[in-house]
């Protein structure tokens, strides 16, 4: 269940959200209220809510001074409530990374979808944290030698050339070509010392590379598919589902 905390100082309709809302339908359960802003930093801290839902005015520290505290302290999503359509108070809303502004009175369709749509972000976010944490290996694998001989130098040579060449055409065939020594030899020595077959670690190392391009918004799909040394962009598609469960262009909407 989503952890959510409401921080509104009139008391009917602090009440009227927390218990008049299906909630439970939504996957959702309030976890406690706060009456004013300097209470609400402290549950914030106390209770870690995952959706805190905030009166803009309220008395000792507003809605947004609020938020602007304790945003540091968890990553909760944030909803703004008002009676004020200034946009002024939007503009910091929006800058503090609010989720959502709904205006008084509240329409529960309306927060409904809201809450539906910051769930779905809550999940996004945790199956690339999952995914970073899974391929992490991938961009620093945790190879443990025995001792340092030629055997794992040619296994450290193509990780460090992987690193810096994974956007070009590169393969085992490639670096066994390259040191003089047998692609299956190398394969081998490369699963022995890393835990991984050399494609699984070259294309985990590729999507991770992807998912850093595609969150920063500057790039097209196609454009980072070519970038991270995909041979053609179906394939990119591919891969990339194979190892975040989602297409690129479902994780860029």
């Known amino acids: 269940m989503y952890r959510v905390l409401i921080a509104e100082d009139e ?58 505290n304790t945003m540091e302290d968890g990553a909760f999503k944030a909803i703004i409530m008002t009676s004020y359509a200034d946009f002024e108070y939007a503009k910091k809303a929006i800058q503090l990374g609010v989720s959502a502004y709904l205006m008084k009175p509240i329409d529960q369709e309306e927060l409904r979808e809201n809450v539906e749509k910051i769930i779905e972000e809550i999940e996004k976010e945790k199956k690339v944290h999952q995914l970073m944490e899974k391929t992490k290996a991938a961009e620093e694998p945790e190879v443990i ?24 055409k590169i393969s085992m065939e490639l670096f066994a070509e390259e040191l003089g020594v047998s692609s299956s030899y190398l394969s081998r020595k490369f699963k022995e010392a890393t835990g991984f077959t050399y494609l699984d670690f070259l294309n985990k190392y590729r999507v991770q590379k992807a998912i850093k391009l595609l969150e920063k918004g500057t790039y097209k799909v196609y454009e980072v598919s070519d970038m991270t040394g995909f041979s053609d962009y179906k394939h990119f598609n591919t891969v990339f589902k194979r190892y975040t469960g989602q297409a690129p262009s479902e994780f860029v909407n």
């Open 11 to 68: 008391d009917i309709i602090r009440k009227g959200i927390a218990y008049t809302v299906d909630w439970v339908s939504m996957g959702c359960t309030i976890i406690g209220e706060a009456a004013d802003g300097k209470e609400g930093v402290e549950k914030i801290r106390e209770l870690k809510p995952d959706i805190v839902l905030a009166d803009i005015m309220m008395p000792v520290m507003d809605g947004l001074e609020m938020l602007r």
């Open 145 to 168: 030698y025995m001792k340092q001989d030629m055997d794992n130098d040619y296994v450290q040579q193509i990780i460090d050339a992987t690193k810096e060449r994974y956007s070009q």
